[in-house]
């Protein structure tokens, strides 16, 4: 499956913003998808996922209450929509998929989009 991650930008703190990641070449509705994040000099660390239905989700404590994990299967599609957004936010964000859970670990997960970038202004 190729993923394309969009929708990153510059925004205040406290703003909103929502990423996409649009899936082609396989059944995306087969792949549990995950989000994770990378700022500048750190590790690559887990945001957020959601299971092959979008019936369960799962976030980092960091992020839980602020952002939203979501998916059209139809479309082909899974979002984060992010409120109340941080500084500590800026990164660059990855959507991923794996047949099965990957968890929060980076390593589980098998297919990545290229990456946004978030910039949270405070």
């Known amino acids: 499956v190729q993923l394309q991650a969009s929708g990153g930008g510059l925004v205040q703190a406290g703003g909103s913003l929502r990423l996409s990641c649009a899936a082609s070449?396989?059944?995306?509705?087969?792949?549990?998808m995950g989000w994770f994040r990378q700022a500048p000099g750190k590790a690559r660390d887990f945001v957020a996922d959601?299971?092959?239905?979008?019936?369960?989700?799962y976030y980092a404590d960091s992020v839980k209450g602020r952002f939203t994990i979501s998916r059209d299967n139809a479309k082909n599609t899974v979002y984060l929509q992010m409120n109340s957004l941080k500084p500590e936010d800026t990164a660059v964000y990855y959507c991923?998929?794996?047949?099965?859970?990957?968890?929060?670990?980076?390593?589980?997960?098998?297919?990545w989009g290229q990456g946004t970038l978030v910039t949270v202004s405070s």
């Open positions: 070449g396989s059944t995306f509705s087969r792949y549990y």
């Open positions: 991923a998929a794996v047949l099965r859970r990957g968890g929060t670990n980076w390593f589980a997960y098998d297919y």
């Open positions: 959601i299971s092959e239905s979008g019936s369960s989700t």
